[in-house]
């Protein structure tokens, strides 16, 4: 495959990829089939960050970074909600960003098969709390007038749920991703 297929087949793969983005958030918001966090209902999970570990995974950081990007100004587009949608955006380019240090870091070290997938999830998993732990001390109270202490006490449970929220994105990424490898070697 010559520079220019290349170059083509990351451009439509990214631009496919950045717009299941956008299916996949409209159809979970007006089907109501968003499932709220018991323990926080105001978070909720979604699929939108599978596409994005994809993207990631199939064309690497430009792309994932791209589809990120795509993905918050989706959320503003449908609910012109600047906040929302940008920490959407956040949450997913930190999780990809830990996910390709993680990657980075599992080669270096020669780590093979389930144990560098395992690194490299809990790099993405650890960015992702990190920084969204960070923007939400400074959103919380800021922007939505949540008191401070109320605001500490509930991080553990959005802790938990970009947890699981995390866990999903990159699991269903990577089992997605694999099974494209096996039909499509190319």
Known sequence: MSSKQGKTTQLTGTAILAALVIV????LKYSGLKIPFPWYPNLKFDFTGIPIILSLLMYGLPSALST???AGLGIFAR??????A?????AELSTVLGLWIGEKIVQKINVEGSGGLVVS???ALVARIVVMTGVNIVVLPNVYGVPVNVTYSLLPLIAAFNTVQGLLS???GYFLH???KKRLPN
């Open 24 to 27: 996949f958030d409209y159809t």
């Open 68 to 70: 990120s990007l795509i």
């Open 79 to 84: 609910s012109g909600n600047l906040i929302s």
């Open 86 to 90: 940008s920490m959407k955006s956040v």
């Open 121 to 123: 999830t809990l790099i």
């Open 170 to 172: 990159v699991g269903f």
């Open 178 to 180: 694999d099974a494209v």
